[in-house]
């Protein structure tokens, strides 16, 4: 009897981050679909966990968590905690000791910002670029995050990279670093939640008739845009994940499949994070857009890769243009785009899982 390939998946999977969890869930699930023996390669450390939980629990450092959303924070972490036992694992093994990883026929690096040595707490770690991994490895829909392209490639980490048999992007920005550290053009790939959309939605039951707003550190010309288009309709503002003052209401406590639903069932999202847009596209919902200096990459390249553009607002941005992207889908260029680059994804991961 012939088994199916072992792959591995190496990418951030243990983070309180709904974005985070639904990308690694995604791609080890569209691998296992394709018929390969996937899993999640478990990766455990003490200082990355602290740090982690930290950040879960305060979100907001280095202000305090008021005193009456601590429980919720914490609800919100046991509720990923248990996600997380759900998914296909390997054994687990030190993040500092990669001696400890079982065999696989590849080891797929990605998505998320698994290269940003920046990162506050996994940036110092050469796993996720192939340090200590005597297997082949290709990359599915890397990042660098907030690593700037003008910064270059730090040759010791091209080095690493240059075992890769196969590299992927997902942002323009991560495109160049290759481009420029390697001197190879790199494919750019959709992020695991749009080629397998068919995971990550959730029906929304019927329309909560709620602008959902995820994210923080929001400008206060955004939050006037926003709350003043909801006021103007009659429409609720609605904080997921993370406490949003200028909200009408706060969801702090939603787990994973609530994110996913509460996205589904939204007149429309308000978002700075990557996978706000992301999921806001998945669901075909209406969404607006800013940008923080952390995910300024992200975004910006996401909407410029799309056709979206008018999606992202900056001070400038009138009333209108808030309606117009509060009150509109997305367009059916931009969803023709997604298709093409599902087309051209598809095509990369079989090519490189063989």
Same mark, same amino acid.
């Given at each position: 009897?012939?088994?199916?390939?072992r792959?591995?998946?190496?990418?951030?999977?243990?983070?309180?981050?709904?974005?985070?969890?639904?990308?690694?869930?995604?791609?080890?699930?569209?691998?296992?679909?394709?018929?390969?023996d996937?899993?999640?390669?478990?990766h455990?450390?003490?200082?990355?966990?602290?740090?982690?939980?930290?950040?879960?629990?305060?979100?907001?450092?280095?202000?305090?968590?008021?005193?009456?959303?601590?429980?919720?924070?914490?609800?919100?972490?046991?509720?990923?905690?248990?996600?997380f036992?759900?998914?296909?694992?390997?054994?687990?093994?030190?993040?500092?000791?990669?001696?400890?990883?079982?065999?696989?026929?590849?080891?797929?690096?990605?998505?998320?910002?698994?290269?940003?040595?920046?990162?506050?707490?996994?940036?110092?770690?050469?796993l996720?670029?192939g340090?200590?991994?005597?297997?082949?490895?290709?990359?599915?829909?890397?990042?660098?995050?907030?690593?700037?392209?003008?910064?270059?490639?730090?040759?010791?980490?091209?080095?690493?990279?240059?075992?890769?048999?196969?590299?992927?992007?997902?942002?323009?920005?991560?495109?160049?670093?290759?481009?420029?550290?390697?001197?190879?053009?790199?494919?750019?790939?959709?992020?695991?939640?749009?080629?397998?959309?068919?995971?990550a939605?959730?029906?929304?039951g019927?329309?909560?008739?709620?602008?959902?707003?995820?994210?923080?550190?929001?400008?206060?010309?955004?939050?006037?845009?926003?709350?003043?288009?909801?006021?103007?309709?009659g429409?609720?503002?609605?904080?997921?994940?993370?406490?949003?003052?200028?909200a %009408? !209401?706060?969801?702090?406590?939603? #787990?994973?499949?609530?994110?996913?639903?509460?996205?589904? &069932? =939204? +007149?429309?999202? /308000?978002?700075?994070?990557?996978?706000?847009?992301?999921?806001?596209?998945l669901?075909?919902r209406?969404?607006?857009?800013?940008?923080?200096?952390?995910?300024?990459?992200?975004?910006?390249?996401?909407?410029?890769?799309?056709?979206?553009?008018?999606?992202?607002? %900056? !001070?400038?941005?009138?009333?209108? #243009?808030?309606?117009?992207?509060?009150?509109?889908?997305? &367009? =059916? +260029?931009?969803? /023709?785009?997604?298709?093409?680059?599902?087309v051209?994804?598809?095509?990369?991961?079989?090519h490189?899982?063989?």
């Open positions: 009897m012939t088994h199916p390939r792959i591995g998946v190496l990418t951030f999977h243990r983070c309180i981050n709904y974005g985070s969890y639904w990308q690694a869930r995604c791609l080890v699930e569209g691998v296992r679909a394709r018929g390969f996937a899993v999640l390669l478990d455990d450390s003490r200082r990355v966990n602290l740090a982690e939980w930290r950040c879960a629990l305060m979100p907001h450092r280095p202000l305090p968590t008021r005193r009456d959303d601590r429980a919720a924070y914490a609800r919100k972490t046991r509720s990923f905690f248990a996600a036992d759900l998914l296909p694992l390997s054994r687990r093994f030190r993040l500092e000791y990669p001696e400890g990883l079982e065999d696989y026929d590849l080891v797929l690096v990605g998505s998320d910002e698994v290269w940003n040595r920046r990162h506050p707490w996994y940036g110092a770690y050469g996720f670029y340090s200590g991994v005597e297997r082949r490895m290709a990359a599915y829909a890397a990042s660098f995050g907030n690593q700037p392209a003008a910064e270059g490639l730090d040759p010791g980490l091209a080095g690493l990279l240059r075992r890769f048999e196969a590299i992927s992007v997902r942002d323009d920005n991560s495109l160049r670093l290759i481009r420029e550290g390697l001197g190879c053009e790199p494919d750019l790939v959709l992020d695991p939640c749009l080629l397998f959309p068919e995971i939605r959730r029906p929304g019927a329309e909560t008739a709620d602008v959902v707003v995820y994210g923080h550190g929001f400008p206060e010309w955004f939050q006037r845009g926003v709350r003043g288009w909801a006021r103007s309709r429409i609720r503002v609605l904080s997921l994940g993370y406490r949003n003052d200028w %009408d !209401a706060q969801w702090l406590d939603a #787990g994973p499949e609530d994110f996913t639903r509460c996205i589904a &069932g =939204a +007149a429309a999202v /308000a978002t700075t994070f990557f996978h706000g847009c992301v999921f806001a596209l669901h075909g209406p969404f607006v857009c800013t940008v923080s200096d952390y995910r300024a990459n992200k975004i910006a390249s996401l909407v410029s890769l799309l056709g979206a553009e008018e999606r992202l607002d %900056d !001070a400038t941005t009138s009333a209108d #243009g808030y309606g117009c992207a509060l009150e509109t889908p997305p &367009g =059916a +260029a931009t969803l /023709a785009r997604i298709a093409a680059l599902r051209s994804s598809e095509a990369y991961l079989d490189v899982l063989g």
